[in-house]
C-alpha cells in the first residue's frame, strides 16, 4: 500500500520561502513519477512540478519557474519542493501524487493513481 505524507506547509508573508516534502512509502518500484499539484479554493487542481524518480528528470509549470525547484531529498523515496518567492496566488492547499510505472512527469491529474493528504500553503501580502 503506498502511501504519501507532506510536510511544511504554514503561513509566510509574500516574498518568502518554504519547503514542502512528500515522503513516500510502500513504493517497490524505481520507475515512478512524482508531482506536486495544488488547488485553491474554488479552481481547479493543477500542476506545480514532478519528478521521474528513476532518471532525475524534473518540468515545473510555467507559473513556478524560476521560483519553484523541486528534488529528490535526502531520505529514501522523498522529493521535495522549495518554493521561494512566494506571492498571495500561491496560497492554495499542496498535494504529492505518484504515477507508479512511469518515467514521464505528466501534467494531468488523472494520471496520477496515489494521492498524499495535502498541506495548507498561505501566502499573506
Known amino acids: 500500500q503506498v502511501q504519501l505524507i507532506e510536510s511544511g506547509g504554514g503561513l509566510v508573508q509574500a516574498g518568502g520561502s518554504l519547503t514542502l516534502s512528500c515522503a513516500a512509502s510502500?513504493?517497490?518500484?524505481?520507475?515512478?513519477?512524482l508531482a506536486w499539484f495544488r488547488q485553491a479554493p474554488g479552481k481547479e487542481r493543477e500542476f506545480v512540478a514532478g519528478?521521474?524518480?528513476?532518471?532525475?528528470?524534473?518540468y515545473a509549470a510555467e507559473f513556478v519557474k524560476g521560483r519553484f525547484t523541486i528534488s529528490r531529498g535526502n531520505a529514501r523515496n522523498t522529493v521535495n519542493l522549495q518554493m521561494n518567492s512566494l506571492k498571495p496566488e500561491d496560497t492554495a492547499a499542496y498535494y504529492c501524487?505518484?504515477?507508479?510505472?512511469?518515467?514521464?512527469?505528466?501534467?494531468?491529474?488523472?494520471?496520477?493513481?496515489?494521492w498524499g493528504q495535502g498541506t495548507q500553503v498561505t501566502v499573506s501580502s
Open positions: 519528478i521521474s524518480w528513476s532518471i532525475g528528470y524534473t
Open positions: 501524487a505518484v504515477s507508479p510505472d512511469s518515467t514521464v512527469v505528466l501534467t494531468t491529474s488523472r494520471y496520477y493513481k496515489y
Open positions: 510502500g513504493v517497490t518500484t524505481s520507475t515512478y513519477a
